[in-house]
């Protein structure tokens, strides 16, 4: 598998792991699911940490579709290079430190994290039409 590939293949594995804190904190908070709970969809309340978990997990699915449709774009029309490899892993990354700064609930840095995340983005974007 090429780098790109391997970093896209971690960081949607990354996405789709990220409900897993978020069912920790419902299960810690208010147990398991009941037939009651199927039917009635009324949001139970939750720890703040198990909140933001949940907005780290949907952030992430936000952003997720843009970043892989140019990796893929990259990778199918063969222009993965040096530059193309740096954001890929850098993006990861980045996803990686914004949902540890998402949970900690550590306000301005997950900001930062947020905004370098659109960078490696754009960057993808801006060397792929270029």
């Known amino acids: 598998m090429t780098t ?8 949607a594995f990354l996405t789709a ?7 920790v904190s419902q299960i810690i908070t208010n147990g398991l699911l009941t037939p009651h709970n199927y039917v009635d969809p009324t949001t139970r309340p939750i720890h703040l940490w198990g909140q933001r978990a949940n907005r780290a997990y949907l952030n992430a699915l936000e952003v997720f579709a843009p970043f892989a449709t140019l990796v893929l774009i990259a990778h ?8 193309i ?11 990686v430190g914004h949902a540890v700064v998402y949970y900690l609930g550590l306000p301005y840095i997950r900001t930062v994290f947020f905004l370098l995340g659109f960078v490696a983005v754009a ?8």
């Open 17 to 23: 792991a990220l409900w897993i804190p978020y069912i």
């Open 85 to 95: 490899i740096f954001w890929v892993i850098f993006f990861f990354w980045v996803r």
């Open 4 to 11: 790109d590939l391997f970093y896209l293949a971690l960081t």
């Open 123 to 130: 960057a993808l974007f801006v060397h792929l039409v270029f």
């Open 76 to 83: 199918f029309a063969g222009k993965v290079d040096a530059t």
